[in-house]
């Protein structure tokens, strides 16, 4: 009988990891370590011992392997694999090949598949293989190969969806499969959300690491650390509760009512200053001041901390991150790296707001690398900022503001970013859409002289962050439709009072009417619609 396999956490080991960091553990011993902290399966890969010592090294870790109910396979070596007798292998394209390796190790062995293509999982599913290892997810030092692809986590989603259909067509087998390059975890999370098939939304079944725990002072911590972050990203986040992205099964009035349930839980004065949402801002300095100052008016508490080495400092205690590239600098850039790197460690919500991305190459690039190595819970822009990021010639930048006629169907652009990206996406206008890729609705409060003003499109991002902290990972669409609701409900009420003559008064006034807006006039004054 196949022995059982659970892919949930995969280690492939790495002595030569241990030798470089001076470890007085031996590999045994850190893999025994390994598997208290949560690691499910291991792979014994040791590509410069020799025969003797490699399979010295098998007998010794499979007393552990076997002594806590753990597969053990080993990687390439079919005649160290059989000498041992080990669970199982692990193959790449270069090795022997899948039916030569099944005929000599027999129907009860597993045997997975190193796959990097598309065509290569199609084989790997129509051979046979128990798993696939899908790589690689992000450059790393334990693969030097040049031919080797950094595919980010929508990379490897294609490759995914791709031995998921291969799968159907050869009988309906279970395909399984890893991911696995440059993942630790503080991008677990992002990589098992982003990688989900579409739109079955369908998650791999697990990732693999080298680095994350061999490296570790501690396997056991980085071991159980990764074990929360997957448990997470399987099952926590808002993405994993979603069923098929086709098939959205709330109506609009149930929307509605979730909506106005969350802003009037904003509302509620709180007992204990603590639970006020921490905003962090790491945004552009025009609008620095008035987005501090809609922050509080909204109800929440904000922080403009732009220095790299406060980030890690910081994390632990923020509610939500706003990420603005309007005033970009290189110095910004690593802030930013660091802020989103340390949210996705303590899954806190991230507002991204790619002010004038179309507009340099530049900017493109660097929320392009956002996107890929850390994602978003939200994405929110204006036409030409969408624009650019699905790569369409509808609308274009004229610096940060939007140029062009409009989308013809802007339902489905944004529905279709919000799928590429996992996350809701916000795009302002005149009308404002908003979509988590089952439903979109648009937004048909506001008033023309936000546009009259710098930072108006800004402070939505500050307004979504500042809602969306206690619905994130439950409801981060009704969470972001309240941010939008709100500033455009207090636009509304400010350009209506007598004493506003213009964008001087209308601003002063904005942020008055963000304060005072009750729960009874959200309520009644909402115009949302489903599309």
Aim: aromatic residues 4%; charged residues 20%.
């Amino acid at each position: 009988m196949k022995p059982s396999l659970d892919l949930t956490l995969y280690l492939v080991t790495d002595s030569g990891i241990l030798a470089s960091a001076k470890s007085n553990r031996t590999l045994a011993q850190t893999v025994e370590e390994a598997i208290h902290g949560g690691v499910t399966v291991v792979q014994l890969r040791e590509k410069q011992a020799a025969t003797s010592e490699f399979v010295r090294l098998a007998v010794a870790v499979k007393e552990v392997t076997k002594r806590m109910g753990v597969a053990l396979l080993i990687n390439d070596r079919i005649d160290v694999a059989l000498a041992v007798d080990a669970d199982g292998v692990h193959i790449g394209q270069d090795d022997m090949p899948l039916a030569e390796a099944r005929r000599l190790l027999g129907d009860d062995k597993i045997i997975g598949v190193t796959v990097q293509t598309r065509e290569e999982a199609e084989a790997a599913v129509a051979g046979g293989a128990d798993y696939l290892g899908i790589g690689t997810c992000y450059a790393t030092a334990t693969k030097r190969d040049a031919r080797v692809a950094q595919r980010g986590p929508q990379g490897i989603r294609s490759i995914w969806e791709h031995s998921l259909n291969a799968g159907h067509s050869t009988g309906g087998r279970r395909v399984r499969a890893v991911t696995i390059g440059g993942i630790n975890a503080h991008n677990t999370v992002h990589v098992l959300t982003c990688t989900r098939s579409l739109p079955s939304n369908v998650p791999l079944d697990g990732i693999a690491v080298v680095s994350a725990i061999m490296a570790s002072d501690s396997p056991r911590d980085a071991a159980c650390l990764l074990r929360r972050q997957i448990e997470f990203g399987l099952h926590g986040s808002w993405v994993a509760r979603q069923r098929e992205l086709d098939s959205d099964v709330r109506g609009p009035e149930e929307v509605r009512s979730a909506v106005a349930r969350v802003f009037e839980r904003a509302r509620t004065p709180p007992a204990s200053t603590a639970v006020v949402p921490l905003v962090q801002h790491i945004t552009n300095t025009v609008v620095i001041n008035d987005c501090a100052n809609a922050c509080l008016a909204l109800g929440g508490s904000p922080i403009m901390a732009s220095d790299p080495s406060e980030q890690r400092d910081l994390a632990p205690a923020v509610s939500s991150v706003v990420v603005n590239i309007g005033t970009i600098s290189s110095g910004q850039m690593s802030a930013i790296r660091e802020s989103m790197r340390e949210a996705r460690l303590h899954n806190t919500p991230i507002v991204l707001d790619p002010v004038g991305v179309g507009a340099t190459a530049s900017r493109r690039d660097f929320v392009s690398e956002l996107l890929r190595d850390y994602g978003a819970h939200v994405i929110k822009g204006n036409a030409g900022e969408i624009a650019a990021l699905v790569g369409s010639a509808e609308m274009r930048m004229r610096g940060v503001d939007a140029v062009g006629v409009g989308f013809e169907d802007p339902a489905r652009v944004v529905r279709d970013l919000s799928r590429r990206e996992r996350c809701v996406v916000v795009m302002t206008g005149k009308v404002d859409y908003v979509s988590d890729g089952c439903s979109v609705y648009a937004v048909h409060n506001g008033h023309r002289l936000q546009g009259s003003i710098t930072g108006s499109g800004c402070m939505v991002g500050t307004a979504v962050a500042t809602f969306i902290h206690s619905v994130a990972h439950d409801d981060p669409l009704a969470g972001a439709l309240v941010g939008v609701v709100a500033i455009n409900l207090a636009a509304e009420a400010a350009a209506s009072r007598d004493d506003v003559k213009g964008p001087g008064t209308f601003r002063a006034a904005f942020i008055d009417e963000m304060h005072n807006l009750t729960v009874d006039r959200f309520a009644r004054g909402m115009r949302i619609e489903r599309l």
